[in-house]
């Protein structure tokens, strides 16, 4: 065999070498990405182009099973921005690790108030919490209908329904 | 407002008979060259070899679609690429020793050892179905490990052979027990760290911002620096000794976090390599066969000189940027060339070019190890595959640190690459672990909905409940 295809060879033996080891690697690449973070506000606030007309884009329809809420939603504490999707069970709020939203806070009790679904309508019960559930800044004794969009107040958290 | 979503991930099957259609090209290559390098024909039977390598390649792939559909693609495919590159090489040095009429005839046995590797790789894939399985097995493992270890000591079977005491031979068929400890002690330590790393994540004093453990606490770390001492001393082998403390202290800084475990491991070696080195002779003689390399009377000294040291790095050195090319180099003047000195070897051949791509590929590896800690979600699972994965790459630095005169030379084995038949068997064995705990890691969680009752008041757990602040002024 001539000098020249063993050289060729050689040096093609090295390049299949580096081939494996990139393709390995960009097979690889999507390991970086693990998880994909959507800012909803900053989405909410990015301009239109000019070009484009100003007719909105309708959002497209929520799949609701019916016309009550969908999801519940942390709007403040530590856990703000977490969304629990509403089934149709009960959710259970406090610090012990089996609850549904484990609130990791001092001031909220280890099973401190559910929210439940029944007859159609959503409920919140408080489950004898020491420092209470407030409803609309009224403190729940008995369980209390939960309209959309009513803020609940449990330890340092605010949450609420939305559709 | 936020949300997060984890990247569906794909299972990579394709991807990875792919990747091991590259990798088997490069063992065919491999022998394809040394062939035309050494006789200057294509060897024969060069067919039957990538048949073979396929059926055990696609054999194992098969196994991880029946059994692991999840697991991690790249792991298989680079094992296999470095196994055929070993081959090749020690195939390779087999004609040069046949040349100068010196024992030879490992190719063969290693391709035994090959086969077997692969067969042991599926079953345990077959017959492990969730590596939870073994902390159960966490002190057994400890003593399996430890009477591994110790293997070597009983007279009768175990062997002393080029100054270590860390071969057993039993009716004809040798092996180092050691390799297969490694494993064990990884299961262990896993086990062990994960029931008790609370206690050794505590803080003790605090001393230029290094928080150190208590003094109660370092028992363990104590005992382990002890055994692997004792390893040193007793069977005179310091890799093994290096690779069991590193395991260790290695394993302990993933448990607990603590930059302190590191240093005092560290510390504490630096103390255990002095004692020995002044101690004893043979590792005092690697001491001086590293940092005197190159003077005349270390270098001629018949044994425990520097002679194989500079050689391989003569080797390497007349390999250059590319390499001489497969079968065009003289590895074998150096001394275990297909062994101990096989980066040597591959360094004289490939080049830098070439070597660094092998390293790649331990870069690769470890990479993927740990990458399956991260992504496992149970503890013990995070310490196994960061263990293991540690293990390759710790074996990969001292043997490569030591044939490039980084470190002193110790005994360990190249995995996947350098003769051996415990080391290949044992090193399979990590990887379909690893392939094992990686499927674990990459498979999608199911979701589970735990039911809350609608009606009823939950009961609240009596005990190990702090008592809830009280919002002042609000009763």
């Known amino acids: 065999m001539s000098e020249l295809t063993i050289t060729l060879l050689r040096l093609g033996y090295l390049a299949l070498l580096w081939v494996f080891v990139l393709t390995s690697i960009a097979v690889l690449r999507r390991d970086l990405y693990g998880t994909r973070i959507t800012d909803r506000r900053r989405k909410a606030r990015v301009p239109q182009p000019a070009g484009v007309t100003a007719q909105p884009t309708p959002a497209p329809p929520r799949q609701a099973r019916s016309a009550g809420p969908s999801r519940l939603v942390v709007t403040e504490g530590p856990l703000r921005g977490t969304i629990i999707p509403l089934g149709s069970s009960a959710v259970l709020l406090g610090r012990a690790p089996s609850c549904t939203l484990v609130l990791d806070d001092d001031y909220s009790s280890s099973r401190h108030a559910r929210i439940y679904p029944q007859g159609g309508q959503w409920f919140v019960e408080d489950l004898g919490s020491t420092n209470g559930t407030f409803v609309a800044d009224q403190r729940v004794g008995a369980p209390t209908p939960l309209p959309t969009g009513t803020p609940v107040r449990v330890g340092q958290s605010v949450l609420e329904l939305q559709r | ?475």
């Open chain 2, 1 to 475: 407002m936020a949300t997060v979503q984890p990247h569906a991930v794909r299972a990579g099957r394709g991807v990875e008979l792919g990747l091991l259609v590259l990798a088997l090209a490069i063992g065919v290559a491999s022998y394809v060259l040394v062939g035309i390098g050494t006789t200057d024909k294509v060897p024969p039977d060069v067919l039957e070899y990538g048949l073979g390598m396929a059926v055990l390649a696609v054999g194992i792939h098969l196994v991880l679609r029946w059994r692991a559909p999840y697991a991690d693609p790249v792991i298989l495919p680079i094992t296999v690429a470095l196994n055929g590159i070993g081959l090749a090489m020690i195939y390779r040095i087999d004609f040069a020793y046949e040349a100068r009429g010196r024992p030879h005839g490992f190719a063969d046995r290693q391709l035994v050892w090959t086969a077997i590797s692969v067969v042991l790789a599926a079953a345990v894939l077959i017959l492990l179905r969730d590596h939870r399985t073994l902390r159960r097995y966490t002190y057994t493992a400890g003593i399996a490990g430890l009477a591994l270890t110790l293997l070597p000591l009983v007279p009768g079977i175990g062997v002393l052979l080029n100054g270590a005491r860390i071969w057993v031979r039993v009716g004809g068929v040798g092996f180092q027990p050691a390799e297969f400890a490694k494993i064990a002690f990884a299961i262990f330590f896993a086990g062990y760290l994960v029931t008790h790393r609370d206690a050794l994540a505590l803080a003790g004093p605090k001393v230029l911002g290094l928080h150190l453990p208590r003094a109660q606490d370092l028992g363990p770390i104590l005992v382990v620096w002890a055994a692997s001492v004792a390893v040193l001393v007793l069977e005179r082998d310091l890799g093994t000794s290096l690779l069991f403390f590193g395991l260790f202290v290695a394993m302990l800084y993933l448990a607990t976090e603590r930059l302190s475990w590191v240093i005092i491991g560290l510390l504490l070696f630096v103390v255990g390599a002095g004692l020995a080195a002044t101690a004893f002779s043979h590792v005092g003689a690697r001491f001086d066969a590293w940092l005197h390399a190159f003077d005349p009377a270390v270098f001629d000294k018949a044994y425990g000189g520097s002679g194989q040291l500079v050689r391989g790095l003569f080797g390497m050195a007349s390999g250059g940027l590319f390499g001489t090319g497969w079968g065009d180099g003289r590895p074998d003047l150096v001394p275990f060339a297909e062994s101990d000195f096989i980066v040597a070897s591959l360094g004289e051949e490939l080049g830098l070019t070439g070597l660094i791509a092998i390293l790649m590929c331990y870069l690769i590896l470890a990479q993927r190890g740990f990458r399956t800690a991260i992504g496992v979600r149970d503890g013990f699972g995070k310490l196994l595959a960061g263990g293991l994965a540690f293990i390759v790459a710790l074996q990969t630095f001292v043997v490569v640190g030591g044939v490039t005169r980084v470190i002193p030379v110790t005994g360990l084995v190249t995995p996947f690459i350098a003769y051996g038949g415990s080391s290949l068997v044992a090193n399979w064995v990590i990887v379909a672990l690893l392939l094992r705990i990686s499927d674990e890691a990459r498979r999608p969680a199911r979701n589970v909905r735990v039911a809350t009752p609608i009606a009823g008041v939950p009961q609240v757990a009596a005990g190990g409940d702090q008592p809830t602040e009280v919002i002042g002024g609000i009763s």
